[in-house]
T-cell receptor
Framework: QVQLVESGGGVVQPGMSLRLTCAASGFTFSQYGMHWVRQAPGKGLEWLAVIWEDGTNIKYADSVKGRFTISRHNSDKTLYLQLNSLRAEDTAKYYC????????????WGQGTVVIVTS | EIVLTQSPATLSLSPGARATLSCRASQSISNYLAWYQQKPGQPPRLLIYDASNRAAGIPARFTGSGSGTDFTLTISSLEPEDLAVYYC????????FGQGTKLEIK
């Protein structure tokens, strides 16, 4: 079955960087788009970024464009999110999610990794 | 940017009751709408895609309907395990979520 496992979260100071990783298994990773979605404490879901199958088509939410970078390594079945210039408002649980085939719905989700930005 | 507005914010119903959750889009999104269920402490789970198609393994008591700007998720007969926050999500223009409807079971 599909499994997505995020890692790389932690506690950082404002202005610092982190790289989140999502290890995928149970499906042909190279054939699916992948997304990052976050959820601030007690708040709703916020879509952040998508990278399609071959990594050439990438889109970002305006809130993170220019600060966050999504990438993937199909041979390793791994998805990444580089978070730069972190702000307090980036504090959240970050989920990776698999796109439903040829679609933009999210049909599988990881358990998430927590990022806390605090001075 | 397409804004999704969900109502009500909170819904409190008894087991066996029918729940009706609404999602309205700021512009027409055809049928490019999905519904997710998020139980406490868990990631979201896809319930409905393309407005009315149940995802794999989703019980038949969950039904989605609508197109254009107005969409509905109906839970025909509430079970205690349906306690959750429900989100709608559009994929017509990039991606965005509604703010969620919290379903409480009395």
């Amino acid at each position: 079955q599909v499994q997505l496992v995020e890692s790389g979260g932690g506690v950082v100071q404002p202005g610092m960087s982190l790289r989140l990783t999502c290890a995928a298994s149970g499906f042909t990773f190279s054939q699916y788009g992948m997304h990052w979605v976050r959820q601030a404490p007690g708040k709703g879901l916020e879509w952040l970024a998508v990278i399609w199958e071959d990594g050439t088509n990438i889109k970002y939410a305006d809130s993170v464009k220019g600060r966050f970078t999504i990438s993937r390594h199909n041979s390793d079945k791994t998805l990444y999110l580089q978070l730069n210039s972190l702000r307090a408002e980036d504090t959240a649980k970050y989920y990776c999610a698999k796109a439903r085939y040829n679609s933009g719905d999210f049909d599988s989700w990881g358990q998430g990794t927590v990022v806390i930005v605090t001075s | 940017e397409i804004v999704l507005t969900q109502s009500p914010a909170t819904l409190s119903l008894s087991p066996g009751a029918r729940a009706t959750l609404s999602c309205r889009a700021s512009q027409s999104i055809s049928n490019y709408l999905a519904w997710y269920q998020q139980k406490p402490g868990q990631p979201p789970r896809l319930l409905i895609y393309d407005a009315s198609n149940r995802a794999a393994g989703i019980p038949a008591r969950f039904t989605g309907s609508g197109s254009g700007t107005d969409f509905t998720l109906t839970i025909s007969s509430l079970e205690p395990e349906d306690l959750a926050v429900y989100y709608c999500q559009q994929r017509f223009s990039l991606y965005s979520f509604g703010q969620g409807t919290k379903l409480e079971i009395k």
